[in-house]
T-cell receptor, first 113, second 118 residues
């Protein structure tokens, strides 16, 4: 069954610190993996997208990694800011020619001053 | 920057009533989607729409749901007879390429329409 699991479920860090969020997936055949940021009550906003051949992608202070062999991805946030407080969602698409995207439950990040 | 817009932002309805949620996708995009997020739960795929027809739908998208692109710019989701469990945030999204495949399209989401069924 195609699944996306994220950890931790929630995380509290101090402003200025770094953190790493994890995503494990069982989607097959794999097409791409995306990380989104979702503020409470808002729509998800894309951070990165990686295909099978890519193992790292950066977007400002956000760096995503992908290990397609172990089916794991991570999102590293550097020098966190209060505005980074949000849910971070891992989304995986299968390469079946279809359109379905499978969402993880997200990691809720709280950045404290 | 182009964006996906959704109306209404919040709708309250009585159980059994019909609801239409509206979306204006990004103008040069070809693929359109509806997703649902029940409060506190993960986002779930409902349906994708391409070339004026449904290309894929999930188990959630039963006969109570329908989608339409009535005029070349709007993309609507209709729920014929709402149930309490339809209460959720509904997100519209669009992309210029399909989300799977070797050249996946960037998926842009609207801000959502919150549906409350009483």
């Amino acid at each position: 069954k195609n699944q996306v699991e994220q950890s931790p479920q929630s995380l509290i860090i101090l402003e200025g610190k770094n953190c790493t969020l994890q995503c494990n997936y069982t989607v097959s055949p794999f097409s791409n993996l995306r990380w989104y940021k979702q503020d409470t009550g808002r729509g998800p906003v894309s951070l990165t997208i990686m295909t099978f051949s890519e193992n790292t992608k950066s977007n400002g202070r956000y760096t995503a990694t992908l290990d397609a062999d172990t089916k794991q991805s991570s999102l590293h946030i550097t020098a966190s800011q209060l505005s980074d407080s949000a849910s971070y969602i891992c989304v995986v698409s299968a390469n079946t020619g279809g359109f379905k995207t499978i969402f993880g439950a997200g990691t809720r990040l709280f950045v404290k001053a | 920057e182009p964006e996906v817009t959704q109306t209404p932002s919040h709708q309250v309805t009585q159980m059994g009533q019909e609801v239409i949620l509206r979306c204006v996708p990004i103008s040069n995009h070809l693929y359109f989607y509806w997703y649902r997020q029940i409060l506190g739960q993960k986002v779930e795929f409902l349906v994708s729409f391409y070339n004026n027809e449904i290309s894929e739908k999930s188990e959630i998208f039963d006969d109570q749901f329908s989608v339409e692109r009535p005029d070349g710019s709007n993309f609507t989701l209709k729920i014929r007879s709402t149930k309490l469990e339809d209460s959720a945030m509904y997100f519209c999204a669009s992309s210029n390429y399909r989300t799977g495949g070797n050249y996946p399209g960037e998926l842009f989401f609207g801000e959502g329409s919150r549906l409350t069924v009483l």
